[in-house]
């Protein structure tokens, strides 16, 4: 059985899923402009850029969206619908956001919209009803489409969601016809709107993840505001919902009382640890995330196969979990510990599918290579819980690596001789470098050896500045 547990406050809204006592799921979600997935715009194109088969969309923020040629059409458009259809800088465009703004980039948008319900998905760009694939009784399949196709869609379509499966007819035409006049309001709106324009917001964190997981293995969902509560309270009315909406009233801050607060710390790690005693690195590129599985401590009671193929097999698991815990999306690359058997590699395989299979994120697994590395693509719409948590060091700039002292130690040397040699610099010198640095100087050898060759002396002070790479070289004057 599954818990909800959401912890809110002004500045930002935590939402965990406890299953078995164990973190499921989490999300995180500040109080800022930056999470703008699924809101709907007004939008005037910008520019067009035919080689890139995009087009640049002013949607009223301070950056432009990017918008693929492909998704302006309707999903059904025929070829010579597209041919017909002329695009101009300066047309407005109804668009919905895809992928938040990430770094220096915009964030992109389509112009097929889907808004979603708690049992349905309303299309409006696709004249096609469709069932989840999860749903596998074809009896519930074809009832819930003879439901669905009892409503007036007018060239509209729906995909009914997993929760949809045993809900009365009631509940799903009253999903459908809120999600219609929904429709309906945001044309009304885009019409009305003189400039570029937000005309939808998606629902906030605590709404969604309660739309989306609230299924009937959920036995409690507890938060810790009272507004959050109130608005739980007025969807949930009446429903078999009622009885398991649970305002938290403890001393203690909620994520402690259900020791989540543990296990969040563990997802900031870049070291994982497995039950056997093996682990998983985590290393965060522009490009992609790459995961490293390592046997570590354990060795195993039996063959070395078996102790890989064991250790392989617990990674394949942990990695599902922990790219659906950090929101972890884009490309993927694990670098599992070479299985020599063909048989092994296939059923690691079979373990990231069926793991992966509960994601609610589109996950792609696309093979091993011979070098036994799996690639995996998983659906990036919203920053994963590193880039939320997380920015780069002012330190190290964010590549985790400083010079050495002894690195540093040879440029003020090499720049020193510089100084003396080429630019005849006069007197003493005083050189002001990180503590790290300065021991190396404390070598009562290496220092003679330099006062020798300049023919002076050299002064140290502590820079108290906490990157090891920064110094400077001064004339002494004796103050």
């Known amino acids: ?81 597209i041919q017909q259809t002329h695009i101009s800088v300066g047309q407005s465009i109804l668009v919905q956001i895809v992928k938040e703004e990430q770094g220096t980039k915009g964030s992109k948008v389509t112009a097929n919209i889907s808004l979603a319900g708690r049992y349905v998905v309303l299309m409006p760009t696709v004249d096609y009803i469709g069932v989840s694939k999860k749903i596998r009784d074809e009896q519930e399949r074809d009832r819930l489409r003879c439901i669905a196709g009892t409503v007036t869609l007018q060239g509209m379509g729906l995909i009914i969601r997993t929760v949809a499966k045993g809900v009365s007819e009631e509940a799903l035409l009253a999903d459908i016809q809120y999600l219609l006049g929904t429709w309906d309001s945001i044309q009304q709106r885009y019409k009305l709107a003189k400039k570029p324009k937000l005309l939808y917001r998606e629902a906030d964190l605590v709404m969604r993840m309660v ?44 994520f402690e009382t259900y020791q989540i607060e543990d296990e969040l710390r563990q997802l900031m790690a870049r070291q994982v640890p497995l039950p056997s005693g093996g682990n998983l690195i985590f290393d965060h590129a522009e490009a992609l995330t790459v995961i490293d599985v390592n046997s570590s401590k354990y ?67 696309l093979g091993m290579t011979a070098l036994n590395l799996v ?92 990157n090891r790479e920064v110094f400077s070289i001064l004339s002494y004057t004796g103050e």
């Open 375 to 466: 690639e995996i693509t998983r659906k990036k719409s919203r920053q994963g819980i590193h880039q939320v948590e997380f920015s780069p060091c002012n330190v190290c700039g964010g590549s985790g690596y400083l010079y050495s002292a002894e690195t540093v130690a040879i440029q003020i040397i090499r720049r020193l001789r510089y100084m003396v040699h080429v630019r005849h610099i006069k007197g003493d010198i005083l050189i002001s470098a990180h503590p790290d640095v300065l021991d190396i100087f404390q070598d009562k050898k290496r220092r003679e050896s330099l006062e020798g060759e300049f023919c002076r002396s050299l002064h140290f002070e502590d820079t108290h500045h906490p």
């Open 1 to 81: 059985m599954k818990t909800i547990i959401g912890n809110i406050m002004p500045e930002e809204t935590r939402m965990a899923i406890v299953e078995d006592g164990r973190l499921h799921d989490f999300a995180v979600e500040r109080d800022d402009e930056n999470h703008i997935v699924n809101h709907i715009y007004k939008g005037t194109i910008q520019n067009i850029l035919p080689a890139l088969q995009a087009a640049f969309v002013n949607i009223g923020r301070r950056k432009n969206a990017f918008l693929y040629m492909g998704d302006i059409f309707p999903r059904a458009a025929t070829k010579e619908q």
């Open 299 to 365: 060795t195993g009671n039996g063959t070395l196969q078996d102790t890989i193929f064991h250790v392989n097999k617990e990674a394949a698991i942990e990695i599902a979990r922990q790219l659906r815990l950090r929101d972890i999306g884009g490309i993927i690359i694990i670098d599992f510990i070479d299985m020599a058997q063909p048989i092994n590699r296939d059923e690691i395989l079979q373990i990231l599918e069926r793991e992966t299979a509960a994601d609610s994120s589109k996950v792609r697994i």
């Open 211 to 254: 739309r989306d997981h609230m299924t009937p293995d959920v036995k409690k969902i507890v938060v810790d505001d009272k507004d959050a509560y109130d608005r739980l309270c007025q969807i949930c009315c009446g429903s078999q919902w009622d009885h398991k909406l649970e305002l938290y009233a403890g001393t203690q801050p909620i």
